[in-house]
């Protein structure tokens, strides 16, 4: 049950910090897809709410699935900012290190699925 609080608690930080520091998440977004502002808002009110609702039974397993879904569709802005001449001043650990990093976390939400 630990690792479903963590799982939670990331996804809730995250979905916040969407709305407390909106200029991380539209620095990563890909130029191609319109609407950025709206894109990164809707993706943290996804995140917070994915993120509660993990923690109750009757909505885990939807929760999980559209966890699944919602790391495939930011994808993306992960390989955006990893091959992206704006972020070079980023380590190419960490900006690279993201990629493989998305499996990871598509294999734990699916542990709850």
Do not use: C, D
Not at 72 to 89: C, D, H, L, R, S
């Amino acid at each position: 049950m630990t690792s479903l609080y963590i799982m939670a608690a990331i996804y809730i930080v995250a979905g916040l910090l969407h709305f407390i520091r909106p200029r991380t998440y539209l620095a990563i977004m890909p130029p191609y897809l319109p609407a950025h502002k709206a894109l990164v808002f809707w993706s943290g009110v996804a995140e917070l709410a994915l993120g509660l609702a993990l923690l109750l039974p009757a909505l885990r397993t939807w929760a999980a699935w559209g966890i699944i879904a919602l790391l495939i569709a930011v994808f993306p802005a992960n390989v955006y900012m990893a091959t992206g001449e704006k972020f070079q001043k980023i380590p190419a650990w960490v900006r690279w290190g993201r990629l493989p990093l998305q499996a990871v976390l598509i294999w734990w939400a699916y542990q709850y699925t």
